[in-house]
């Protein structure tokens, strides 16, 4: 019972780190292709340049996030 609660929670923590990610891919990405509007949009906080880092640096977390979250399906649907 312990260990399926503990499965549970790292599906639900991997799934929300997931959306995180890709809701930031699209910010950021908008952020370096609109980057007028972003820019207004959040007061100046998420410049072009910044858009463009930050976009760069999510490609290891997003990959390793969609890794598990196939992990978690594949091992999900073995044991049933």
Do not use: C, D
Request: proline letters at 2%.
């Amino acid at each position: 019972m312990r260990n399926l609660l503990k499965q549970k929670l790292a599906k639900r923590i991997v799934q929300w780190l997931l959306l995180a990610v890709v809701i930031l891919y699209v910010i950021t990405g908008f952020g370096i292709t609109e980057y007028r509007t972003v820019e207004h949009l959040t007061f100046g906080l998420l410049s072009k340049p910044l858009s463009f880092n930050i976009h760069n640096n999510l490609i290891i977390p997003f990959i390793i996030l969609v890794g598990l979250h196939i992990y978690q399906r594949i091992r999900k649907a073995s044991e049933v």
